[in-house]
């Protein structure tokens, strides 16, 4: 199978992977062979990418980092949290003190603390885990994201990138399962604010952007009273947009550049250190996922962007642990030949090179005239001087 823009599916492609709503719904099984209609039902809920297949990929499988199960289950639970937090539609506010007004109220700390969905939150952190245990490379590719369950799918793959990130790092199994709650949530504070702001392809006022810019304290003052959720998890809420330099928000916190960050660093004025490995996975996982107003970034293009905020924006250490566990060019993707006697080809990612995750092995199955030919299987660490791009098709 390979990776697909909905925009380029033809009727009589084949489905590789079911599409499952985040209600545990399977919207399309996998094997379905798509028509106008399925086509435009893909377009209607506004998925992005789907994976098909085709006798010449059908024995390239993409495996996901955790179960199909534990992932809808995992979905479901934000959703419902997040369902808790959001504002009926009349009492939508853009004003942070109105927010905050509301939140000093306590029902909704109240409605958090007495929901069961919160008490799931913390053993689907448990779950994913003990699931990733000592994973030592992750297939990387962020869900298939669509416009409207954006906020709970980028949880949840910012939760899979940062537990595998910090269990590299030897952290404890207790603090990996407080990482895990902490991402789980960390972006509710979006849901308090006005839900169009996030979906305006206009830019945005900077009165707009402020208050964007307060999401991560908004859902900090939501979670710190919830004693199921802890202080460990809603810091992290608090500080997964903060950069090393102190120029991130809310707050400006600066960084250290290491991994782990010893204790007698954690302190007053700098971030807290598992909120490091967040703040270098969010990025990445916003990078590879479309928004708007832009399409999404291949992986290798996210790392390129990536290299250049290290340092200053980027924990360095926490950026160079995490792309030494993330294939550049992940199984299944497109990628193109920029040189040499295949130039201009283009293939399919059907192998992961441990030792070396930026040279994969490539099926070619287009020629540089865009058309189609009998695959033909490249070992890039056997070719070394081809060089590959990824692209979207
Ligand atoms: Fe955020």
Redo the contacts with the bound molecule.
Sequence with gaps: MYLISVKSLKPNDILGKAIVSEKGQVLLNKGVKLDEHYIHILYKYGYQFVYIEDDDTKDITVEDDISDQLKTKAIKTIKKVFDIVTPAKDDNVDDFKQIIKKIEKGEIKKKLADSPFIKSIESISYDIVNSLGDVKVLNGMASLKRQDNFTYQHCLDVTILSVALASKSLYTKKRLVELAKGCLL??IG?ILINKSLYTQPRKLSSTEFDLIKK??QIGYLVLKDVSQVGIIASHIAYQ??EQQDGLGYPRGLKGNNLLPVPDKLAEEGYIMPLAEIVCVT?VYDALVSPRVYRSAYTPDQAFFIMKRMAGKQLNIEAFRVFSDMIPAYPIGTTVYILNGRYKNFIGVVSKINQENLTRPTVRLLYNASKRRISPLEIDLIKNPILNITGVII
Aim: overall charge neutral.
């Design positions: 960390h972006d979006r999401h991560p997964h947009h969010n």
